[in-house]
Nanobody
């Protein structure tokens, strides 16, 4: 059974930073594609970033230059460093896992991600 557990969410003022973590069990991050998604109140789920085996990365335009995705294979974990946070970044953030081959073709299409965490809340105040 694959289990993804996010942590690190919280409340921060605009311009601040947060680091989200996703601990993975039952799957190996180095052989999967790991993505971060978010859902803001009243909005559809949005893909934020992905990393393919810790190599290639891809970011949504809305976070490019501000967010960085990384992973630690020894800890089997994935991280999302978020800088210069804006109120519009307020959302529940989820990590998810997908097959690498699917990621290379469909990137942040949520339908290809088969395993999801429970989410962690990020609130950015102005």
């Amino acid at each position: 059974q694959v289990l993804l557990v996010e942590s690190g969410g919280g409340s921060v003022q605009a311009g601040g930073s947060l680091r989200l973590s996703c601990a993975v069990s039952g799957a190996t991050v180095s052989t999967n594609c790991m993505g971060w998604f978010r859902r803001a109140p009243g909005k559809e789920r949005e893909g934020v970033a992905l990393t393919i085996g810790g190599g290639s990365t891809y970011y949504a335009d809305s976070v490019k230059g501000r967010f960085t995705i990384s992973q630690d294979n020894a800890k089997n974990s994935v991280y999302l460093d978020m800088d210069s946070l804006k109120p519009e970044d307020t959302a529940i953030y989820y990590c998810a896992a997908a097959a690498q081959a699917l990621c290379r073709r469909y990137f942040l299409n949520a339908d290809i991600y088969s395993n999801w965490g429970q989410g962690t809340q990020v609130t950015v105040s102005s």
